[in-house]
């Protein structure tokens, strides 16, 4: 299985500061690689799919980077509604893997 | 908007089977991909396998021996069957569908399912 690797397992932010999130794939997955927003009780929401491609209705403050084996995710300006847990999924091969995810908090 | 909901006992027995349906509103169930996806407390997400609505299954090689996905068009509705059921199965279940590509695009709620005598 394909491994995903997050980093930082929790970050401290402030609103309006920009906020990077790493995926790390522990072999290479080409561009086949997702993010998910999550709040707690609530169902994940689809961010970006295919490393850079914003689904639809998603504001234009997060962005997808990255190939290969190396991602990354970018708020470009925190929001109060962007505190959440951050985690990518690939899907290169079988079967499909998420990373541990990553906790924005407010610092 | 297309809808998931999971529905099913919050409390399975070990070596019991753990059932699940998902109820699909707002949109068709034909012509798409539907996953089981879970999450231990305190962990990852982990895909469970798919299946298309004519039938065809996937599943991961991790639990393979272990689950059933089934469909029933008629009534908008997948469901998930895993067997023999230990502690290390308590997690939050998710079922959500397929996108363009293999990600999901719409997921339902969860449920927690605890494995417990």
């Known amino acids: 299985d394909i491994q995903m690797t997050q980093s930082p397992s929790t970050l401290s932010a402030s609103v309006g500061d920009r906020v990077t999130i790493t995926c790390r794939a522990s072999?290479?997955?080409?561009?086949?690689l997702a993010w998910y927003q999550q709040k707690p009780g609530k169902a994940p929401k689809l961010l970006i799919y295919?490393?850079?491609s914003l689904e639809s209705g998603v504001p234009s403050r997060f962005s997808g980077s990255g190939s290969g084996t190396e991602f990354t995710l970018t708020i470009s300006s925190l929001q109060p509604d962007d505190f959440a847990t951050y985690f990518c999924q690939q899907y290169n091969s079988y079967p499909w893997t998420f990373g541990q995810g990553t906790k924005v908090e407010i610092k | 908007q297309v809808q998931l909901q999971e529905s099913g006992p919050g409390l399975v027995k070990p070596s019991e089977t753990l059932s699940l349906t998902c109820s699909v509103s707002?949109?068709?169930?034909?012509?798409?991909?539907w996953s089981w996806i879970r999450q231990p407390p305190g962990k990852g997400l982990e895909w469970i396998g798919y299946i298309y609505y004519s039938g065809s299954t996937n599943y991961n090689p991790s639990l393979r021996s272990r689950v059933t996905i089934s469909v029933d068009t008629s009534k908008s509705q997948f469901s998930l069957k895993l067997s023999s059921v230990t502690a290390a199965d308590t997690a939050v279940y998710y079922c959500a569908r397929k996108g363009s590509g293999w990600y999901f695009d719409f997921w339902g709620q969860g449920t927690l399912v605890t494995v417990s005598s």
């Open positions: 295919k490393a850079s």
């Open positions: 072999q290479s997955i080409s561009s086949w």
């Open positions: 707002g949109g068709s169930i034909n012509n798409y991909y």
